[in-house]
């Protein structure tokens, strides 16, 4: 250490000082500059990013809002849309089924008065052929009873004395 401090050279002092004075201005005038108004451009970007970050954080939650408010919209729409079908969903079957109670009603009484028409249509079938039956015995009764010639003469002397002339 001690050879440093005899060895100290003002001249050399003064030479290096004006070399770091040099450097210093050199630096300032080409090299600070430039790099301070990079570290200002970064500055103000690293504030814009910020600033466009928390604009796009508020954009953020706006629009959640808004598709909170969508969805719960959406919601109750559909809601109404399903109470709607139920309502119609269960008018359509009071009325199918009024329908088919009347329908049903109207078989019936088609089916009623049918089977009347159809009783009266057989008892008037089973009175002509009973009628039919009984004239085709009495023919053959009276055939059988009229074969004799006597028996007719008789039957009509008698039926003649019955009937009284005017």
Not at 145 to 166: G, H, I, M, P, T
């Amino acid at each position: 250490m001690e050879a440093l401090i005899h060895d100290f050279s003002f001249g050399l002092f003064f030479w290096l000082l004006i070399v770091l004075v040099i450097v210093v201005f050199l630096l300032g005038k080409f090299a600070w500059k430039p790099i301070l108004g990079a570290l200002d451009e970064r500055e103000k970007g690293i504030s814009d990013a910020l600033e466009s970050a928390e604009k796009a954080k508020l954009e953020m939650a706006r629009l959640t809002n808004e598709n909170e408010q969508l969805l719960k919209e959406a919601r109750e729409e559909r809601d109404a849309i399903l109470k709607e079908a139920k309502n119609l969903k269960d008018k359509i079957v009071a009325e199918a089924k009024e329908s088919a109670q009347t329908e049903g009603a109207k078989l019936i009484e088609n089916a009623k008065r049918e089977i009347e028409d159809q009783k009266l249509k057989a008892l008037a079938e089973v009175k002509n052929q009973v009628s039919s039956l009984s004239l085709d015995i009495a023919r053959k009764v009276l055939t059988k009873e009229f074969e004799d010639q006597n028996k007719q003469e008789a039957l009509v002397s008698d039926l003649l004395k019955d009937v009284k002339l005017n």
